[in-house]
């Protein structure tokens, strides 16, 4: 059975760089699913990020694709997230999913990070 976990730095200053981990178990990340990361900000519904599929590029939101990076350690079975330049509005719990088929089917318990001075 897939398990993800999130990591993440917690608090972040305005204008850095947020860097997210989703650790996978149970199946390698070049199995044949795509693998997304979502937030949500606080009091707010979730917003979709991007995705990195098994082979391919990583694909990313319009709205974030100029700060916003996604891609595999593939020596640690691991898809991160790096979002730059980020500012308060950033603050929120990322999470990362397994999209199979035609839904999300698996998802970390997700990782609560802030941007604050």
């Known amino acids: 059975q897939v398990q993800l976990q999130e990591s993440g730095p917690g608090l972040v200053k305005p204008s850095q760089t947020l860097s997210v981990t989703c650790s996978v178990s149970?199946?390698?990340?070049?199995?044949?699913?795509?693998w997304n990361w979502i937030r949500q900000p606080p009091g707010k519904g979730l917003e979709w990020m991007g995705y990195?599929?098994?082979?391919?590029?990583?694909y990313i939101s319009a709205s974030l694709k100029s700060r916003t990076s996604i891609f595999r350690d593939t020596s640690k079975n691991h898809i991160n997230l790096e979002l730059s330049s980020v500012t308060p509005e950033d603050t929120a719990v990322y999470y990362c999913?397994?999209?199979?088929?035609?839904?999300?089917?698996?998802w970390g318990q997700g990782t609560q990070v802030t941007v604050s001075s």
């Open positions: 999913a397994r999209y199979s088929g035609s839904l999300f089917d698996a």
């Open positions: 149970g199946e390698s990340i070049f199995a044949n699913v795509c």
């Open positions: 990195l599929c098994n082979v391919g590029n990583a």
